[in-house]
């Protein structure tokens, strides 16, 4: 019944900008955290983003200062925007729900489709 969509990846040049969206479905998750990973080919699923029910967010090290977090709660909705994207942003991005410990992927309940996102240069 819970179901996490993404939206909003695609084509942008190195540099660009580009907002990724996660809608849910089938429960609110206005006191859950969400986060966004991405997996490019060859390479081992990483943790991009987070943020708690409180609002509280966390970055990894390679976005942090490019990539910000919100949510809207109202709209049972995460978002992540990117901007300054690099060659290594190249990856499909997932949306994840429901967390305690939010950096690692291992620990979410709900995991969405993903949305590619391609930067070239």
């Known amino acids: 019944q819970v179901q996490l969509v993404e939206s909003g990846g695609g084509l942008v040049q190195a540099g660009g900008s580009l907002r990724l969206s996660c809608a849910a479905s089938?429960?609110?998750?206005?006191?859950?955290?969400m986060g966004w990973f991405r997996q490019a080919p060859g390479k081992d699923r990483e943790f991009v983003a987070a943020?708690?029910?409180?609002?509280?967010?966390f970055y990894a090290d390679s976005v942090k200062g490019r990539f910000t977090i919100s949510r809207d709660n109202a709209k049972n909705t995460v978002y992540l925007q990117m901007n300054s994207l690099k060659d290594e942003g190249t990856a499909v991005y997932y949306c994840a729900a429901d967390s305690l410990s939010v950096t690692y992927y291992r620990t979410y309940k709900y995991w969405g489709q993903g949305t590619p996102v391609t930067v070239s240069s």
């Open positions: 089938g429960r609110s998750f206005s006191n859950s955290a």
């Open positions: 943020i708690t029910w409180t609002g509280s967010t």
